[in-house]
Structure formats: C-alpha cells, structure tokens
C-alpha cells in the first residue's frame, strides 16, 4: 500500500520560512518522481517542484523559482520542501505526488494535503 504523509504546514507571517515533508511508505523515493503541488482556495490545483527519481532534474513552477527547494532524503524516504520568503500568494493546501509508471501507464499517488497560510 503506498502512503504519503504531509507536515510541516503551519500560518507564518510574511518573508519567514516554513519547511514541508513528505513521508512516503511502500515505495521508495529514490527510484521515482515526486513533485509538490498546491491547491489555493477556489482555485485548481497548480505544480509547484518536482525531483526526478534519479535526484538530479529539478523542477519549479515560476513563481517560486529562488524561494521554494525541493529535496530529499532516501535513507529516511522522505521528500522536502523548504519555503523562504513567504508571501500571502503562496497561501493554499500543498500536497505532494509520487509518480509512477507501471507497464507503460502512468500512475499518481497523493497525500492528504497541508495547509499554509502566509498573512501579510
């Protein structure tokens, strides 16, 4: 059974720091893409970063290009997000995905989500 737990969402001020975590059980990180994504009230759910599974492709949305990192830890299985210099605009729910392909399917696996409020 794959799992993915998120934490480390929490209301911060303005231009402060919060870092999430992924913990991902029943596959293992290092072998598979996992990417952040975040869903702002009233709003689709939008890409934020994503790690390839070989850990050396990064990707990141624009707007967080130089304030978000993604990275990982693979003795622990865990995918990270470090967020610095919030601002209210990155208020929402972020949850993480782990992707996957299993005989030529794709196939997506998401947490329940954390919120983040950022307030001005």
């Known amino acids: 059974q794959v799992q993915l737990v998120e934490s480390g969402g929490g209301e911060v001020q303005a231009g402060k720091s919060l870092r999430l975590s992924c913990e991902v059980s029943?596959?293992?990180?290092?072998?598979?893409?996992v990417a952040w994504y975040r869903q702002a009230l009233g709003k689709d759910r939008n890409f934020v970063a994503r790690?390839?599974?070989?850990?050396?492709?990064?990707y990141y949305e624009d707007s967080v290009k130089g304030r978000f990192t993604i990275s990982r830890d693979d003795a622990k299985n865990v995918v990270y997000l470090q967020m610095i210099s919030l601002k209210p605009e990155d208020t929402a729910i972020y949850y993480c995905?782990?992707?996957?392909?299993?005989?030529?399917?794709?196939?997506?696996?998401w947490g329940q989500g954390t919120q983040v409020t950022v307030s001005s």
């Open positions: 995905a782990l992707h996957e392909m299993v005989a030529y399917a794709s196939h997506t696996y």
């Open positions: 029943g596959r293992t990180v290092s072998s598979r893409d």
């Open positions: 790690i390839s599974g070989s850990g050396d492709l990064l």
